[in-house]
């Protein structure tokens, strides 16, 4: 079974601001297992990245996806009042067949 | 556009069995692009995938439901259901209908993720 962190638990930024997020994999898995959700409160999740990079249909490009191994990121370059959010990484092909990470709040400082 | 639409009991007693429906429209459950299935989100807490199935008929389950779990299709009205037995205060939760397609990266390993989502439907456990 893999197990999914994600750090920082809650980050504070400001509008404008860049946000780094970070995913960590506890073992090395297939890049390409690697997606990003979006939950705004009260709303159901968003696909913002699958594939670990590739942007979802109508995802802006400030949003982007790296990473290899065990250690996965999304970037968000500049942020909009809309995306105070909270953040999951998710991975395919591990025990159970999908799982999440505890997701990380993006919230405004 | 597809669209899921959930509906089911908002509230179950425990030990019954919980039976929600989603019914998909803008897409169909007999594609093979897509899986259709589940995903629930307890109060204040993570996602967690249930299961799902594909166009052959063959689901895929959260182990962690431990035989409990039932997921089917009604081919001919679009409609997914779940079938969730034994439910206890843990299962309370938002459950999201979803939609997983699929793609072959560049070194041809086939890889899902999660990108149709219904509204959800609020289910409470409690006597």
């Not at chain 2, 594909?54 to 997914?80: C, E, F, M, W």
């Not at chain 2, 070194?107 to 990108?115: I, K, L």
Request: aromatic share 12%; proline share 6%; hydrophobic share 30%.
């Amino acid at each position: 079974e893999t197990v999914l962190t994600q750090s920082p638990s809650t980050l504070s930024l400001s509008t404008g601001e860049r946000a780094a997020l970070s995913c960590r994999a506890s073992q090395t898995v297939i890049s390409s297992y690697v997606a990003w959700y979006q939950q705004r409160p009260g709303q159901p999740p968003r696909l913002l990245i699958y594939g670990a990079s590739n942007r979802a249909t109508d995802i802006p490009d400030r949003f982007s996806g790296s990473g290899s191994g065990t250690d996965f990121t999304l970037t968000i370059s500049r942020l909009e009042p809309e995306d105070f959010a909270i953040y999951y990484c998710g991975l395919y092909g591990s025990s159970p067949l999908l799982t999440f990470g505890p997701g990380t709040k993006v919230d405004i400082k | 556009q597809v669209r899921l639409l959930e509906s089911g009991p908002v509230l179950v007693k425990p030990s019954q069995t919980l039976t929600l429906t989603c019914t998909v429209s803008g897409g169909s459950v007999n594609s093979g692009d897509h899986y259709w299935g589940w995903i629930r989100q307890p109060p204040g807490k993570g996602l967690e995938w249930v299961g799902y199935i594909a166009d052959s008929g063959s689901a895929y389950h959260n182990p962690s439901l431990k035989g409990r779990l039932s997921i089917s299709v009604d081919r001919s009205k679009n409609l997914l259901s779940l079938k969730l037995s034994s439910v206890t205060g843990a299962d309370t939760a938002m459950y999201y209908c979803s939609g997983a397609g699929g793609r072959i990266d560049n070194s041809n390993y086939f890889y899902r993720y999660f990108d149709y989502w219904g509204q959800g439907t609020r289910v409470t456990v409690s006597s």
